[in-house]
């Protein structure tokens, strides 16, 4: 049985974090530093939308109006390299 991500888990999936604001005349939206997230919460933090939400705010206009997506990062490494490699014709 799963209780959702921790920090540690968004980190080791290299999952993104993207903040944005719903305020509408703020409209700010960030990536989270997830590095910054784990030192102020810890490793074993749950990272679930709702465990989060409640502990961010915009940097912007301090609204505690914000959402969260999550964006895995699928780009496998050493992708673009091989990609540069053919292109050379190497
Ligand atoms: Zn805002």
Same mark, same amino acid.
């Given at each position: 049985?799963?209780?959702?991500?921790?920090?540690?888990?968004?980190?080791?999936?290299?999952?993104?974090?993207?903040?944005?604001?719903?305020?509408?005349?703020?409209?700010?939206?960030?990536?989270?530093?997830?590095?910054?997230?784990?030192?102020?919460?810890?490793?074993?933090?749950?990272?679930?939308?709702?465990?989060?939400?409640?502990?961010?705010?915009?940097?912007?206009?301090?609204?505690?109006?914000?959402?969260?997506? $999550?964006?895995?990062?699928?780009?496998?490494?050493?992708?673009?390299?091989?990609? $540069?490699?053919?292109?050379?014709?190497?």
């Amino acid at each position: 049985m799963t209780k959702g991500w921790t920090i540690q888990d968004l980190i080791d999936k290299r999952i993104k974090l993207h903040a944005f604001c719903h305020n509408s005349r703020c409209h700010h939206n960030q990536l989270l530093d997830m590095q910054k997230l784990k030192d102020k919460l810890g490793a074993d933090a749950p990272a679930m939308a709702d465990d989060l939400i409640p502990k961010l705010r915009c940097a912007k206009c301090g609204g505690k109006h914000v959402g969260l997506t $999550y964006s895995p990062d699928t780009r496998p490494t050493g992708d673009l390299r091989s990609a $540069y490699e053919r292109a050379k014709g190497g």
